[in-house]
C-alpha cells in the first residue's frame, strides 16, 4: 500500500516536470505581447471612415458613386449619397476637427443647386454635368444638414438656403390622397399612374421634420401648421396600427399601400414626433414616437450569429433610426438601450465586417458583403461613430 502511494508520488512529480516545457511554452512573456491592435475613440473611426472616403471616392471637388466603379456609373455621385458627406462634415466640425473638412463638403453641395427663378432647390445629379430631377426627399435631408451647419457655426447663409429649398419641399404637398408629400417634382400634381405616381412616407415625414426644425428657428407659424399636418397624413394614412410602424407610400393611381416597411420612415415619424412634443407639449406626440421606437427596435432586429443587428441592408436607413433613438432618449431610458445594441452591432462591424481594402460590409455582421461598394454605406459609417461619440461625450 505505502509503496503504491510512493509509486503514485513519483509519477506525479514525473508528470508535472515533464508539463513544465509545454506550460511554459503557452505562456506570453508580456515583452513580447502584440501591441499592433490599439482600441481607438469613436471620434478617431469616425475621421479614419471619412480619409478612407477621401483616399478611394474622392472626384474633384465632388466623388464617386461606387468604389470599386460599377457598370454604369457616371462621373460624379448622386446627391442622396452626397448627403452622407455633408452629415460627416457637421459631425466631425462638432468633434472638433479642422473647419476646413466643413467647407469642403458644403461647398461641393453648391454643384447640385439649381437656382431657377421659381423654387430652386438641389437637384439629384450635379447641375454642372445635366439637368436632372428634384426629389422632395432629397432637398429634405439637405435642409436637415443646412439648419444643423447654421447652429454649428452660426452663419445666417446657411439657415437662408435652408429657407429656400423647404419652399420647394413645402410645394410637394397638395390635397390629393387627403394630403402627404410625393417622391419627385416630375410626377407632382397631375401624374395618374405609374409606380412612382405616389404619396409617400418618406417625403412626408422628413417634410414634417425640417419645417419643425425651421419653426425651432424663425417661430413662423406657417411652418408649424404645415409640420402638424404632415405629420398628422403620414400618422393617420400610412401607419399600420397592428406595430405603429410606417408603410412605404401609397399609390394616386390604383390607391394600393406598398406594406413595404423601412427603418428610416419609423425614424423620421420619431423626430417629427419628438420635435411636435418639444413644441407644442402635446404628449400624444410623445407617446405615439415611443411607441413605434418599440415596435422598431421589436419589429427590425434580429439575431445573427450571437448578437442583435439592424436590418441586414441599406445601413444609412437603420442609422437614421439610431439618430432617433438618440433623439428620444432625453425623455425616454428604454431608447438608451436600444442605442447601445445599435453602437454594439457598429463595433461588431469595425472588427467583423470589412473588406481587405476596409469597406464596410453592408450587413454588419459579416455574413454578407452586400453593396459594400456605394459611396452611402461608407459615409454611413462616420456618421454612426460620430454620433456614439458625441453620445458617450468623447
Request: glycine share 6%; aromatic share 14%.
Amino acid at each position: 500500500m505505502n509503496y503504491t502511494i510512493v509509486n503514485i508520488l513519483f509519477i506525479c512529480i514525473i508528470s508535472l516536470i515533464a508539463c513544465k516545457e509545454p506550460i511554459d511554452d503557452q505562456l506570453i512573456d508580456p515583452a513580447e505581447e502584440d501591441t499592433t491592435s490599439v482600441e481607438i475613440s469613436y471620434k478617431e473611426k469616425a475621421k479614419s471612415v471619412y480619409d478612407f472616403i477621401q483616399n478611394n471616392y474622392k472626384a474633384g471637388d465632388l466623388y464617386r458613386e461606387n468604389y470599386p466603379s460599377q457598370g454604369g456609373d457616371n462621373k460624379y455621385c448622386y446627391l442622396w449619397p452626397y448627403v452622407g458627406m455633408l452629415t460627416a462634415g457637421n459631425l466631425l466640425q462638432e468633434l472638433g476637427y479642422d473647419q476646413s473638412i466643413h467647407d469642403r463638403e458644403f461647398s461641393g453641395l453648391e454643384l447640385f443647386y439649381d437656382s431657377r427663378e421659381e423654387l430652386p432647390g438641389y437637384q439629384a445629379y450635379p447641375i454642372i454635368e445635366v439637368k436632372s430631377d428634384h426629389y422632395y426627399d432629397d432637398n429634405c435631408i439637405v435642409a436637415m444638414e443646412l439648419i444643423d451647419a447654421y447652429r454649428l457655426l452660426g452663419d445666417q447663409t446657411f439657415l437662408d438656403r435652408a429657407v429656400a429649398i423647404t419652399e420647394f419641399i413645402m410645394s410637394g404637398e397638395d390635397s390629393r390622397m387627403g394630403g402627404g408629400l410625393y417622391w419627385l417634382e416630375a410626377v407632382a400634381g397631375d401624374c395618374t399612374s405609374g409606380p412612382n405616381c405616389i404619396k409617400a412616407a418618406n417625403t412626408t415625414a422628413y417634410a414634417a421634420f425640417v419645417t419643425s426644425e425651421l419653426y425651432k428657428e424663425t417661430q413662423d407659424d406657417r411652418y408649424l401648421d404645415f409640420a402638424k399636418r404632415t405629420y398628422k397624413w403620414n400618422y393617420n394614412t400610412l401607419r399600420d396600427p397592428s406595430d405603429d410602424l410606417y408603410w412605404n407610400d401609397i399609390n394616386i393611381g390604383t390607391n394600393q399601400i406598398n406594406p413595404v416597411k423601412w427603418t428610416y420612415n419609423a425614424a423620421m415619424m420619431i423626430m417629427s414626433g419628438v420635435n411636435l412634443y418639444e413644441i407644442t407639449g402635446d404628449q400624444s406626440y410623445l407617446d405615439e414616437s415611443i411607441a413605434t421606437a418599440r415596435s422598431s427596435f421589436s419589429k427590425f432586429t434580429t439575431v445573427r450569429g450571437d448578437q442583435l443587428f439592424f436590418p441586414a441592408n441599406d445601413p444609412w436607413f437603420n442609422t437614421e433610426l439610431m439618430t432617433s433613438f438618440i433623439k428620444l432618449s432625453a425623455y425616454d431610458d428604454k431608447s438608451k438601450e436600444y442605442i447601445e445594441v445599435f453602437i454594439k452591432s457598429a463595433d461588431h462591424a469595425w472588427e467583423n465586417a470589412r473588406t481587405e481594402e476596409g469597406h464596410f460590409h453592408e450587413d454588419w455582421s459579416g455574413n454578407n458583403q452586400g453593396r459594400y461598394y456605394w459611396l452611402l454605406h461608407q459615409a454611413c459609417m462616420i456618421e454612426v461613430f460620430g454620433r456614439a461619440a458625441i453620445y458617450r461625450g468623447e
